[in-house]
């Protein structure tokens, strides 16, 4: 029998290294995931400020209205089919793909129209071409620049 002073030890669980290691894993896991934001895009159109002088040469004018319809040169195309588009604008251009081309869509125009407008351009040759704009107003109304 012992008399003396029980010695109890006493148990501790030493946390440290555990802490370390989960320090660690969490270190890798943020390192290597990645933060998608899909819905955070913002697209913010341009205006133009400035208006390009009139060409040197005659432009041909290709027109786009609020709803699809192409006008080239004035003249209406019946079809909107880029095929029909493609005659239009070959039959009032004749052979000269070098002619400037003034691309003129209403600011309601589906985006499509325009594209398509531009394919049937680009199909043909054509390789400048300009988008027409208006000057852009400042808060009080008036047109921005000098």
């Known amino acids: 029998m012992r008399l003396g002073s029980a010695r109890q030890d006493d148990f501790e669980i030493n946390v ?10 969490l270190m890798f ?22 208006t390009a002088g ?5 432009a ?9 319809r192409y006008f080239v040169d004035n003249n209406e195309v019946l079809n909107p089919a880029l095929d029909t588009l493609k005659e239009a604008i070959a039959r009032v251009a004749g052979a000269d793909r070098e002619r400037p081309v003034v691309l003129r869509a209403d600011a309601a125009s589906r985006h499509q129209a325009v594209v398509t407008a531009m394919d ?3 199909q043909l040759g054509f390789t400048r071409l300009s988008i027409a704009t208006t000057r852009a107003k400042d808060a009080a109304g008036k047109p921005a620049g000098p």
């Open 16 to 25: 440290i290294s555990l802490i370390d290691v989960l320090l660690t894993l």
């Open 29 to 50: 896991f943020v390192m290597t995931t990645t933060f998608v934001q899909h819905s955070a895009m913002k697209v913010t159109l341009p205006e133009a400020s400035e």
């Open 54 to 58: 009139e060409p040197q040469r005659e």
């Open 60 to 68: 041909l004018v290709v027109m786009v209205d609020a709803d699809g």
């Open 120 to 122: 049937a351009l680009g």
